[in-house]
């Protein structure tokens, strides 16, 4: 991610010291020591990962950056780690599931909203609908009003394998998606990690509080990566 520090400093309010991962380490020993994983934004996914050419507007990540994320999602889910998952971290998880995506949202058909919002970072950008009874809601309320702010060209188009839609907005972008079979996993468009006044402090709360309910840990402090 361009914005580390938003991201620490946001797990860190919420009670987690985390541990950033490198690109270096084998993802068999990444997650060693770890109760839960953040998914932070960044460049484009490569769709050759979900079998498409690519956009012209293709902003090509970090080398290893796809597949180190993708194999971290699969084996976190598989150990039933916690997963937050921002922005590109939502688009991440998808894809590790088998999904696709909406390559450039401007350069789709039928009017959608500008998701590339300029201003500040947390200049709110549209509304997004979410899901009564969904993790989301119960983290950051149910309603068609919510506020978000908005840094993404790409979105979810099909959904990968056990994920389902939490948030959408006026659109129908995809702006929310989690799956329900899992302890926790949250994933979210928009960046809560930009809103200082804490309007969104819940959902890196209660991403720490599901790290701390792992059942094999004895005490202590949560560490996210």
Known sequence: SRRPRAYEVAARRAGAPPRPLSLDEPTSAALDGVDGL???GGDD???ALYGEAPHPTYDVSEPGRDAFEIDLVRRALAA???ILAICRGLQ???VALGGTLIQDIP???GGLLQHDAAGPANTLAHSVAITPGSCVAALVGPGESRGVN???HQAIRALGQGLVVTGTSPDGVIEAAGVPAARFCVGVQWHPENF???EFDRLFEGFVDACRRRPERAGGSPRPT
Request: no cysteine; hydrophobic share 35%; proline share 14%.
């Open 38 to 40: 953040l998914l932070t």
């Open 45 to 47: 996914v490569d769709p």
């Open 80 to 82: 039933d780690l916690p």
């Open 92 to 94: 991440v998880l998808n």
């Open 107 to 109: 350069s789709e058909p």
């Open 150 to 152: 908005s840094r993404h």
């Open 196 to 198: 200082k006044a804490g």
